[in-house]
């Protein structure tokens, strides 16, 4: 039989009862993503693998968006700053478990277990505030 953990509760903000990711969803305008940013976002989102990687080139991103590879460059650098996705080798990029999967479903279980804790505190995704400069 297959062990499945106890869903994870409810992170509170405030009077809203949101999970984690949700919240995130919903403050994801705070990041000022570039267009060509969210595009490779949402992108990667749809086309990871159940370790949350992605095998694409920049060159086929480009083609694909039909953009510059300079752009997609830009826009991979941005996500990476923000520590939506990272490299992991050329070719080869990481889509941050938060952000891929459900708060506490399984596959997000999983992946956390398969990554480790190290990889994650080293990547955390924190919202910014209003009129940081981390915003941008």
């Not at 370790?51 to 650098?77: E, H, I, N, P």
Request: glycine residues 4%; hydrophobic residues 35%.
């Amino acid at each position: 039989m297959l062990y499945s953990p106890q869903p994870k509760p409810y992170h509170f903000t405030g009077a809203r009862h949101l999970n984690l990711s949700q919240e995130l969803q919903s403050q994801l305008w705070r990041f000022r993503l570039t267009a060509t940013a969210r595009d490779v976002l949402d992108h990667l989102t749809v086309t990871h693998d159940e370790d949350g990687t992605v095998t694409v080139t920049q060159t086929a991103l480009a083609a694909y968006f039909g953009c510059s590879q300079t752009k997609v460059q830009r826009a991979l650098r941005q996500l990476a700053r923000h520590h939506f996705v990272w490299k992991v080798r050329n070719g080869r990029y990481q889509l941050n478990p938060l952000y891929a999967y459900r708060f506490s479903s399984r596959k997000h279980a999983a992946l956390l277990a398969r990554l480790g804790e190290t990889t994650l505190t080293t990547h955390r995704i924190v919202i910014p505030l209003p009129g940081s400069k981390d915003a941008r």
